[in-house]
């Protein structure tokens, strides 16, 4: 499966963005995904994580209340709705895909990666 991000932007503190990944070559009916973010000089970090039967999610607490992973009916797109904003959360923002039997928090547990997205707040 390929996965493409977008949706990314400058912002300013306090204010809201949605990022978007799909997917083509298949669906991601079968897929665990995950969001990631690696700010400069810094480890690619854990964002959310959405189940790939919808039924679980799954946050970093420094994002937790503030973001919100969904995906839509048709299964072929993945969104992290962030709000609240803050430069803190400055960092290119990534989509990943695991098979079902991998529930993780890990980066090294995905196997499929889009390019990533340039998420900026502004202070």
């Known amino acids: 499966v390929q996965l493409a991000e977008s949706g990314g932007g400058l912002v300013q503190s306090g204010e809201s963005l949605k990022v978007s990944c799909a997917a083509s070559?298949?669906?991601?009916?079968?897929?665990?995904m995950g969001w990631f973010r690696q700010a400069p000089g810094k480890e690619r970090e854990f964002v959310a994580r959405?189940?790939?039967?919808?039924?679980?999610?799954d946050y970093a607490d420094s994002v937790k209340g503030r973001f919100t992973i969904s995906r839509d009916n048709a299964k072929t797109t993945v969104y992290l709705q962030m709000n609240s904003l803050t430069p803190e959360d400055t960092a290119v923002y990534y989509c990943?895909?695991?098979?079902?039997?991998?529930?993780?928090?890990?980066?090294?547990?995905?196997?499929?990666w889009g390019q990533g997205t340039q998420v900026t707040v502004s202070s």
């Open positions: 990943a895909a695991a098979n079902l039997f991998t529930f993780s928090r890990e980066p090294s547990d995905y196997r499929y």
């Open positions: 070559g298949r669906t991601l009916s079968y897929y665990n």
């Open positions: 959405l189940a790939w039967d919808g039924t679980s999610t």
